[in-house]
C-alpha cells in the first residue's frame, strides 16, 4: 500500500508565498516522476510542474518564473514552492508520483487527496 500525503496550503495574500509539501510512504521500491497538478471549481485538472526521477523540470506557462519545484529522494517527499501568488492561482493542489512498489511489480500512479490553496486579500 502506498500513501501521498500533501501539506502546505491555506489562505495567502496576492504576491504572498506558500510551499505545498508531498511526502510518499508504504512499500516502495522505486518512485520516478513525481508531479503537481491543480483544479478550480468547474474546472479540469491540470498539470502545474513535474519533476523526474533525474531531476528534469517542466513547468505550466502560467507558473513559469514564479513556482519552483524539488523533490528530497531520502524522504519520498514532492515540494512546491509558490511565490508571487495570484488569484487565479486559488484551486485544491495535488500531488502525484509514478511508483514501484517491489522490484518485480509495474509502475503505478498514485495521488494524494489534495490541498486547498487560497490567494485572496
Known amino acids: 500500500q502506498v500513501q501521498l500525503v500533501e501539506s502546505g496550503g491555506g489562505l495567502v495574500q496576492p504576491g504572498g508565498s506558500l510551499r505545498l509539501s508531498c511526502a510518499a510512504s508504504?512499500?516502495?521500491?522505486?518512485?520516478?516522476?513525481m508531479n503537481w497538478y491543480r483544479q478550480a471549481p468547474g474546472t479540469q485538472r491540470d498539470m502545474v510542474a513535474s519533476i523526474s526521477s533525474g531531476g528534469s523540470l517542466n513547468y505550466a506557462d502560467s507558473v513559469k518564473g514564479r513556482f519552483t519545484i524539488s523533490r528530497d529522494n531520502a524522504k519520498n517527499t514532492v515540494y512546491l514552492q509558490m511565490n508571487s501568488l495570484k488569484p487565479e492561482d486559488t484551486a485544491v493542489y495535488y500531488c502525484n508520483a509514478d511508483i514501484q512498489s517491489k522490484p518485480i511489480a509495474s509502475m503505478m500512479r498514485y495521488w494524494g487527496q489534495g490541498t486547498q490553496v487560497t490567494v485572496s486579500s
Open positions: 508504504g512499500s516502495i521500491f522505486r518512485i520516478y516522476g
